[in-house]
């Protein structure tokens, strides 16, 4: 029972890294320390900029995320999952180097989305620039209406919750970064979304669903809840 290894493809950012670990721990279902999953982490914070490599103005982050992906198949993991929504746009090329399957965090996102709110129409993304600029949600919910901020919002109060002086990847984790998403949910909620989901893992650690008068959905919880299913990826 509970005999599987997981992998975490880490350090994007390492606080998320770490809140993904311990979704995973708290989606399993366990009365003591031995029915936990072993759970193998390379939280590899040199891993380059996701955002700026897909604008073209940082290095491509691909070969240490293959190094880090090569770790945990040296530790013979059976699934792994990537704790960053803005790396899923390499996920296909560092899953061609590894055995084991990479869980898809979109795929995952959307199979639930399906399950629990087929009939919302319209949902509204806070995520990095980079990640939107993927056109991942579109490419995965192209049976939706996906609603982003305005470049207004997404520069002054997105990007700066993630990215800014004070920001969440700075360490903080209140205070502005939580007012500036609460303000980029609002617009999104004005212009008729249904549903939110926090697209980047950064957003999770500060704005939570009992912020926001509709269903706030974070992609990690959904992926720590697939990823401990018994039925799911059964050693051979």
Do not use: W
Not at 64 to 75: R, T
Not at 98 to 110: D, G, R
Not at 126 to 137: M, N, P, S, V, Y
Not at 214 to 227: F, G, K, Q, S
């Amino acid at each position: 029972m509970n005999d599987k290894i997981i992998g975490i493809l880490g350090g994007m950012g390492p606080e998320a890294t770490a809140e993904c670990y311990m979704k995973i721990i708290r989606a399993t279902n366990a009365s003591k320390d031995q029915e936990h999953y072993r759970v193998i982490i390379d939280s590899n914070a040199k891993i380059p900029d996701r955002t700026e490599a897909i604008s073209g103005k940082g290095k491509n982050p691909v070969p240490e995320m293959v190094h880090a992906a090569k770790n945990l198949e040296k530790l013979d993991v059976d699934v792994a999952c990537i704790p960053c929504m803005t790396a899923h746009y390499f996920i296909e090329e560092v899953q061609k180097s590894v055995s084991f399957p990479l869980l898809n965090a979109f795929l995952e996102l959307k199979k639930f989305i399906q399950d629990h709110y087929p009939t919302v129409p319209k949902i509204g993304v806070l995520a990095t620039t980079g990640t939107l600029e993927t056109g991942l949600f579109q490419k995965y919910f192209d049976h939706l209406e996906v609603i982003a901020p305005t470049p207004y919002t997404q520069n002054e109060k997105v990007m700066r919750a993630i990215y800014g002086e004070n920001g969440i990847k700075s360490g903080n984790t209140d205070g502005e970064p939580l007012q500036l998403l609460k303000d980029a949910s609002q617009e999104l909620l004005d212009n008729g979304a249904e549903l939110i989901i926090s697209g980047c893992t950064e957003i999770g650690l500060v704005l939570k669903p009992y912020h926001l008068p509709v269903p706030l959905i974070d992609p990690m919880e959904v992926v720590a809840n697939v990823v401990v299913k018994e039925t799911v990826y059964q050693k051979s």
